[in-house]
């Protein structure tokens, strides 16, 4: 019926209609990269054609990027009825004869899909993924029951939208109990961006406290150490080698380290922002205070597992320790150089292995992981790769034949969503109360401008550059922010805050610390 009355239109009226409806949303960011010249007059089959033979276009990153805040617009609303699943509604049909069947995938895909949403300026595009949380948690709970004999409320590997929740499938990625632990953490991330207080307190903080009990009641102290460990659990979806067979579950491997710490730091910082539940407060305190640390494997890269197993299959696709990179920041260049190092010798590992499993939302991954470690030309050529051979001529980002049983590719959303993320992470990075801009500009961004991206802390920002400076930037604050803000050469600039000029105190690392007001305007220009 909806098609039909459709065909009644005219294309311009159906094409008005479209753009007036989602223009709002859309139009609160704009990214160029500069003069693409006659490439902007080729049709889009042609540049992306261009792409995947290993040439640049700027012009077309920038559209991939926006492209994917179209997408999660068109998929996801606040009266959507249910978050973006594997394949969205774009669904081919392929996915429906796979064992995944275009479900709920939490182990990476279904977070991958929201991860361009805040930074993107696109908060309201969260809300059916919270609303699809609040209804498995209360499926979970009965879960974390019935499975586990615990309080709280937890979920697996795969879900579905009427609120499936149990370990399924094969252990080597059923068993995942803090896949649930992994998609709350939004609720906490949307809140640092938006700093809403209200959804901290009536959304964000039951649905993390909830979890936290889980994790409490359900993790245990090795007697070999006295740590605090989940387990049996996976590192999804990967196995090692011990005493010459093969394994996926063991205790505490490195992933749930990592969601864990997310889950009950969130949780700390919640009950002091609302100042509530002091005497849960300390349990979390000591929680964390138990958690093992990282490790660096024999091999130079971080360790996937508690113990430094051999891994089974080093050419894998799944890289969930590698959290602690990105998107969280437990591991960083500033905090923890020696980690740092250990997570890019992993990351390289894995991408000279023999026939490493090269999909959408992996390489969307190394995008995101090569950002965060300031590496500029490698992070690049992650976007060629996967806006070239790993996307189509619409520009979809596909599942390749051959990866996870299937025999055909198959258009993933994710690679869409996380790659647009990792874009976005390479020109602007905020976590640790710090901001900084252009962190790892590739030579083929070296002129460029972006309007309207967010920072955690509820920032706002403009930026132009040329030849890989910055000409001028201004940062606006929806609510009171103190954070440091880092941009080259900060010295050179001229400050103003709400037009009024100032001389700013630089720090040893080239960061200014800057407090701003709810309304505050500030513009740094050479």
């Known amino acids: 019926e909806t098609i039909e009355a459709a065909a009644k239109k005219s294309f311009k009226t159906l094409r008005n209609t479209h753009v007036e409806d989602y223009a709002p949303l859309f139009s609160r960011v704009v990214l160029s990269f500069g003069d693409n010249g006659k490439l902007n007059h080729l049709p889009n089959d042609q540049r992306w054609a261009r792409v995947k033979a290993g040439e640049s276009d700027p012009g077309l990153d920038a559209l991939f990027f926006q492209y994917a805040r179209y997408l999660l617009i068109a998929s996801s609303r606040p009266n959507s009825p249910l978050p973006v699943a594997l394949q969205g509604f774009f669904n081919d049909n392929l996915a429906c004869h796979m064992g995944w069947t275009n479900d709920y995938h939490l182990d990476i895909n279904t977070e991958q899909n929201y991860w361009i949403a805040n930074v993107g300026n696109l908060p309201e595009c969260h809300l059916p993924l919270f609303d699809y949380i609040k209804d498995l948690s209360v499926h979970g709970s009965k879960i974390a029951q019935d499975l586990y004999g615990c309080k709280g409320w937890t979920a697996h590997t795969t879900s579905n939208p009427w609120g499936y929740a149990a370990v399924s499938g094969s252990i080597l990625w059923g068993l995942f109990p803090t896949a649930s632990s992994w998609l709350t953490s939004h609720v906490w991330t949307q809140y640092e961006y938006t700093q809403d207080k209200k959804f901290l307190k009536e959304t964000a903080y039951p649905l993390l406290k909830s979890n936290a009990e889980f994790l409490l009641d359900y993790m245990v102290i090795d007697p070999r150490n006295n ?87 080093p050419n894998h696709r799944h890289t969930t320790h590698l959290l602690s990179l990105y998107p969280y920041s437990q591991i960083t260049l500033n905090k923890t ?190």
Request: proline share 5%; with cysteine; hydrophobic share 40%.
């Open 227 to 313: 740590y605090l460990v989940t387990g049996p659990s996976i590192s999804p979806e990967n196995s090692f080698r011990y005493q010459g067979q093969e394994f996926c579950a063991s205790m505490m491997p490195t992933c749930d380290r990592v969601l864990a710490y997310e889950i009950f730091s969130a949780c700390l910082q919640s009950t002091e922002i609302l100042n509530v539940d002091a005497s849960f407060a300390d349990s979390l305190r000591t929680a964390i205070s138990k958690l093992p640390p990282f490790r660096i494997s024999a091999n130079g890269g971080v360790q996937e597992w508690f113990e430094d197993y051999e891994e089974a299959h």
């Open 337 to 526: 150089p020696e980690l740092a190092k250990a997570a890019y010798t992993t990351i390289e590992r894995r991408l000279a292995a023999k026939d490493w499993e090269d999909t959408e939302w992996s390489r969307a991954n190394m995008i995101c992981f090569y950002a965060r470690l300031k590496e500029p030309k490698k992070a690049y050529d992650s976007v060629k790769q996967l806006l070239g051979p790993l996307s189509r001529e619409n520009m979809f980002t596909v599942s390749p034949a051959g990866i996870a049983g299937a025999n055909d590719d198959i258009f993933a959303f994710d690679g869409n969503t996380a790659g647009a993320a990792g874009i976005a992470e390479m020109l602007l990075q905020s976590y640790d109360n710090r901001i900084e801009l252009l962190p790892c500009l590739p030579e083929e961004w070296k002129d460029g401008s972006f309007k309207g991206l967010c920072a955690r802390g509820g920032i706002e920002l403009d930026a132009n550059w040329k030849n890989a400076r910055i000409e001028n930037t201004e940062l606006r604050a929806s609510v009171p922010a103190e954070f440091s803000f880092r941009i080259t050469n900060a010295s050179a600039y001229n400050w103003k805050m709400n037009k009024k000029a100032f001389t700013p105190e630089i720090n040893a690392d080239g960061s200014v610390q800057i407090s701003m007001n709810a309304g505050d305007k500030l513009t740094v220009s050479l």
